[in-house]
């Protein structure tokens, strides 16, 4: 069973403040790195599929880095808004005969107006 | 259209029940998924279809039954369901299958609650 997880489970911030969460996986076990947006009520959104060591992309004010060598990613918001309020999920592909995505529990982000 | 709908969006049947969750779209999407999430957890694969052909069970007990009757539709056949069954019921598609990078799109879950 792979071992995906995110910190912190929960942030407040407040509107105009820029935050970052942290996604650790097993850097032995990577194919992919996804991370979604998931606002209350609504359906998960993809926001990044990263493969590449050293891989950083970016979606507006959203950005995210990934180093499979160590096993870590970092999702960036910059100058938070209170729509940006959600669930952010990462979830690792490990590849191999089961193409499967392992979520982890997501960081429960609130931005406060 | 980048929607996967699914039906119903609530669901409370008891243990003796048969129900059928839907899920559909219409993004020409060779790959169709059931995930279950149980509050404070992550979601957790239970079913992958792969042109129509069952690809992947993750060892789900037979009271849940997946179908796909073509490439847009995914159904989920629930039967003699335990109260523990309860959680949220979510479909989603990606182009394909296999590639790792392939991003899924969700549908908003069906809430089920079995008593």
């Known amino acids: 069973i792979l071992n995906v997880e995110q910190s912190p489970q929960s942030l407040h911030v407040q509107e105009g403040d820029s935050t970052n969460f942290t996604c650790s996986f097993p850097s032995s076990n990577f194919y992919a790195l996804h991370w979604y947006r998931w606002e209350t009520a609504k359906s998960p959104e993809a926001l990044f599929v990263m493969t590449l060591n050293g891989d950083e992309k970016k979606k507006g004010r959203i950005s995210a880095t990934l180093n499979t060598k160590e096993g870590y990613s970092y999702l960036y918001i910059k100058g938070s808004q209170p729509e940006d309020s959600a669930t952010y999920l990462c979830a690792l592909n490990s590849g191999g005969s089961n193409y499967k995505l392992t979520f982890g529990k997501g960081t429960l982000l609130t931005v406060n107006p | 259209d980048t929607e996967v709908t699914q039906t119903p969006k609530h669901l409370v049947m008891g243990m003796t029940n048969k129900k059928s969750l839907k899920c559909e779209q219409h993004m020409g999407h060779r790959a169709m998924y059931w995930y279950k999430q149980k509050a404070k957890k992550p979601p957790e694969l239970m079913f992958v279809y792969s042109y129509e052909k069952l690809s992947i069970n993750e060892s789900v007990p037979s009271r849940f039954s997946p179908e796909c009757p073509n490439s847009s539709l995914l159904n989920l056949h629930l039967h003699a369901l335990q109260p523990e069954d309860s959680a949220l019921y979510l479909c989603?598609?990606?182009?394909?299958w296999g590639q790792g990078g392939e991003k899924l799109f969700f549908g908003s879950g069906t809430q089920l609650s079995v008593l």
């Open positions: 989603a598609s990606s182009q394909d």
